[in-house]
C-alpha cells in the first residue's frame, strides 16, 4: 500500500496572537516632575509630592537628618524643595542613595578628623575632579575652619598650601597621594603615613577620598552646576557647613 504523503503544515512566523504577552514599560523612577534645564543640570529635579515612598523616606533623612540642623550655606532644597547638589541624584535609586548620603553623613560628624584636616581633604578631591560643586560647598567651610584665603586658593589650583602643621601637611600630601595613581602607595610610602598620621586616619582619610571622588564624578556626569552667584567665594556671609 502506498503511504500517502501529506504536505508539511504551514506555521506563521508570528506566535498566535493568544500568546503574545505585552508588558508594560517600567521605570526605576517617577516619571520626571520638572524638565532638566541648564540650571539644573541632566537630571530633572524631583518634587517632593512626587516621591514615592522610597524616595520620601530618603527625602526626609537628607532634610531632616544632622545636614539641617543650624544655619546653612549651602541650602538642600531650592525654593519648591527639592534637593540641591549631588542629592538630587541620589533619589534615583534610594537603596543605594541612602547608603551614600548616609556615608557622607559619617565623614562629616563621626569621624576622627579635625575640620582643617577635613577640608582640606575635600579640596584635594575637589581640585583633582576640578569640581565647581564641590569647591563652592567647601571652601568657606574651610574659611570657617580656619584655612586663610592664600591655603585656598592653593587649594583651589592644586597647590601646596604650605601648612606648616606636622600632621596637616602629612595629611594633605597623604590625600594628595590618594586622590592620583594608585602605584605610588608602596610599603615605604604607607610606612612613612602611618608613622606621621596612624591608621584611623589613614582609613578615614581613604573614605573621605572616595566618597567625595563619587560626587564630583556624578556631579560631572550629571552636569550639576554651581549656584552663579556664588562662583566667587572669597567672602561668603555665612561661612557654614554645606553639609555635602
Known amino acids: ?24 514599560p517600567t521605570t526605576d523612577t517617577p516619571e520626571p516632575r520638572t524638565p532638566a534645564s541648564p540650571d ?11 516621591l514615592d515612598a522610597g524616595q520620601r523616606a530618603l527625602y526626609e533623612e537628607i532634610t531632616g537628618g544632622p545636614r ?3 544655619p546653612q550655606l549651602f541650602a538642600l532644597t531650592d525654593a519648591e524643595g527639592r534637593l540641591n547638589g549631588p542629592f538630587n541624584a541620589m533619589l534615583f535609586s534610594p537603596p543605594l542613595g541612602g547608603a551614600l548620603q548616609a556615608l557622607g553623613s559619617a565623614i562629616r560628624y563621626r569621624t576622627g578628623l579635625p575640620p582643617r584636616v577635613r577640608e582640606t581633604a575635600v579640596l584635594v578631591v575637589a581640585a583633582e575632579w576640578d ?30 598650601p604650605g601648612l606648616t602643621d606636622p600632621f596637616e601637611h602629612a595629611a594633605w600630601s597623604a590625600v594628595r597621594a590618594l586622590s592620583g595613581r594608585a602605584d605610588g602607595l608602596d610599603d615605604a610610602w604607607y610606612a612613612s603615613a602611618r608613622a606621621a598620621l ?21 556631579l560631572r556626569l550629571f552636569a550639576v552646576p554651581a549656584p552663579p552667584h556664588l562662583e566667587n567665594p572669597e567672602n561668603p556671609e555665612n561661612p557654614e557647613d554645606p553639609e555635602t
Open 198 to 218: 596612624g591608621e584611623r586616619t589613614l582609613f578615614e582619610l581613604s573614605t573621605l577620598v572616595g566618597y567625595y571622588a563619587t560626587l564630583a564624578l556624578q
Open 68 to 70: 539641617a540642623d543650624g
Open 131 to 160: 569640581s565647581d560643586f564641590e569647591r563652592y560647598a567647601h571652601e568657606p567651610v574651610g574659611r570657617a575652619a580656619g584655612l586663610t584665603d592664600a591655603e585656598i586658593r592653593a587649594l583651589r589650583t592644586g597647590g601646596d
Open 1 to 24: 500500500m502506498n503511504e500517502q504523503k501529506h504536505p508539511p503544515a504551514e506555521h506563521s512566523i508570528l506566535p498566535h496572537e493568544d500568546t503574545i504577552c505585552m508588558r508594560e
Open 40 to 50: 539644573a543640570g541632566r537630571l530633572p529635579l524631583l518634587e517632593p509630592h512626587r
